[in-house]
Antibody, heavy 124, light 107 residues
Framework: EVQLVESGGDLVQPGGSLRLSCAAS????????MNWVRQAPGKGLEWLSN????????SHADSLRGRFTISRDNAKNSLYLQMNSLRDEDTAVYYC??????????????????WGQGTMVTVS | DIQMTQSPSSLSASVGDRVSITCRAS??????LNWFQQKPGKAPELLIY???VLYSGVPSRFSGSGSGTDFTLTINSLQPEDFATYYC?????????FGQGTKVEIK
């Protein structure tokens, strides 16, 4: 089955750290870009980070100010998010999402076509 | 960053109604626009990419249109399973941004 499964969410004190994991199965993980997206309780979606297939290309949302780091281990079909200096406002459900190219009208379009079920991080 | 603004923030509609949701980008993004549906307690699901292309398995009552800065998601003949929150997302810049969401509720 093609799926993404997040884990590692927990209750953590402000200033603490946490490492989230996302296990991929059913597709060639090393061929795909991957992302982390979060959703605070009752709020909308916020993109956090993107990593290329080999891990050499990374981008982060400016709002993170270097506190979060995305990484991957293709041998383990896993994506990670290291979160440091956690704040109350980091409380959210964290999703991993696959980033795929779709070709149309002479160009490629990107879309998040596969999402995990999410893992809850509570900072309090 | 490219800002995405959806309207309305919420709407009430009945089964069988036609519903339209608007998404506006702060700069021209061509057709680099995706739409997602999210139900309570669930992950978002891709509905439409490239502004108007229906993702595999998505019912044909969903359609997308627009280019540049103004986009629309239309649901023809609203079904009970369509009551959810809908988000637009720009894919023009890899500093991805989402709209704030539109909640479609039962009237």
């Amino acid at each position: 089955e093609v799926q993404l499964v997040e884990s590692g969410g927990d209750l953590v004190q402000p200033g603490g750290s946490l490492r989230l994991s996302c296990a991929a199965s059913g597709f060639p993980f090393s061929n795909f870009r991957m992302n982390w997206v979060r959703q605070a309780p009752g709020k909308g979606l916020e993109w956090l980070s993107n990593i290329g297939p080999s891990g050499s290309t990374i981008s982060h949302a400016d709002s993170l100010r270097g506190r979060f780091t995305i990484s991957r281990d293709n041998a383990k079909n896993s994506l990670y998010l290291q979160m440091n200096s956690l704040r109350d406002e980091d409380t959210a459900v964290y999703y991993c999402a696959r980033d795929r190219d779709y070709y149309g009208s002479g160009t490629y379009y990107r879309a998040f076509d596969l999402w995990g079920q999410g893992t809850m991080v509570t900072v309090s | 960053d490219i800002q995405m603004t959806q309207s309305p923030s919420s709407l009430s509609a009945s089964v069988g109604d036609r519903v339209s949701i608007t998404c506006r980008a702060s700069q021209s993004i061509g057709s680099y626009l995706n739409w997602f549906q999210q139900k309570p307690g669930k992950a978002p699901e891709l509905l439409i990419y490239a502004a108007s292309v229906l993702y595999s398995g998505v019912p044909s009552r969903f359609s997308g249109s627009g280019s540049g800065t103004d986009f629309t998601l239309t649901i023809n003949s609203l079904q009970p399973e369509d009551f959810a929150t809908y988000y637009c997302q720009q894919s023009y810049s890899t500093l991805w941004t989402f709209g704030q969401g539109t909640k479609v509720e039962i009237k």
